[in-house]
């Protein structure tokens, strides 16, 4: 029985992501007669995909934080609610066209590469704390590159004067730069803790190979980035194409340090032990 219910949430949050996904391009592709539904549908995918996490993990006997396929379904999950959260203040529908896709691949990433866990036995604080930190950064800097893009996309259909055809279906440039802003305010303390929290528990656990130290070489990185468009926009009166721009690298190098755990598992040699413990 909860094999069919797992397999009936699945096929229906990939339908309902696939339909979200359709309608809010079909809403930006025409000025009338647009198909409505998509918030809807939307929630209606991460609510089924929820459901699909829950069953899986359950069958698995795999926590949803332990492992990648899994934390990256937590963290689309997390993007969709903010983007559903988001458009009831601001005119955010297109974006819909990207936090789709966004839950979806998660989704089908989940079913078809395996519910293994990473491999690693971290103390419970270290989990709750730095995973959970780090998805919901994750979540809300998706975002924020999501607005970001849209706005570069937005100001160069502008100047090329061919915004024409397209207006009036996305979001104003202000409101673009007002939500950009936002997620990555939320986020950064996130980033912030995550990194903190990973720096505090590294000494405990053997790390040191070369792949380790790239990766929170790409995470200091990203924390500066970012960090300083959100300082240059208070200091400097950076908005619009520059805190654009600024996001958008920070996004980029964030999905680097997302791209070195996802290839971590296949290349794990067994369980990280905090020091001092000796294999039996």
């Known amino acids: 029985m909860t094999a069919w219910a797992e397999l009936v949430s699945f096929l229906v949050g990939t339908l309902a992501y696939l339909a979200a996904a359709v309608i809010f391009f079909v809403q930006i592709l025409r000025r009338e007669g647009a198909p409505r539904g998509g918030p809807w549908l939307l ?54 066209v990207v936090v789709a896709p966004l839950g979806l691949v998660p989704l089908l990433g989940t079913r078809l590469a395996g519910l293994d866990a990473a491999g690693q036995r971290l103390p419970p604080v270290f989990l709750t704390l730095h995973v959970a930190a780090n998805l919901v950064g994750l979540a809300l800097f998706s975002l924020a590159g999501a607005a970001a893009a849209f706005y570069l996309f937005v100001e160069r259909r502008l100047k090329q004067k061919r915004f024409a055809s397209v207006a009036g279906r996305l979001p104003p440039l202000d409101t673009l730069d007002q939500a950009e802003h936002r997620f990555l305010m939320t986020g ?93």
């Open 43 to 96: 929630a209606g995918g991460a609510l089924a995909h929820f459901l699909y996490v829950t069953l899986a993990s359950t069958v698995a006997r795999v926590c949803p934080v332990e492992s990648v396929n899994f934390a990256l379904s937590v963290a689309s999950l997390v993007a969709t609610a903010a983007f559903l959260l988001a458009r009831l203040r601001w005119t955010l529908d297109a974006l819909g």
């Open 188 to 280: 950064f303390p996130l980033l912030t803790l995550g990194i903190v929290t990973g720096t505090v528990w590294a000494h405990r656990l053997h790390i040191g190979a070369g792949s380790e130290l790239w990766r929170a070489a790409l995470s200091l990185l990203t924390w500066l980035v970012l960090g300083g468009v959100l300082l240059l926009r208070v200091a400097a009166g950076w908005r619009g194409r520059r805190a654009a721009v600024g996001t958008l690298a920070g996004f980029l190098f964030a999905l680097l340090v997302l791209v070195g755990y996802l290839v971590r598992p296949a290349h794990a040699e067994g369980p990280l032990k905090p020091r001092g413990e000796v294999s039996a």
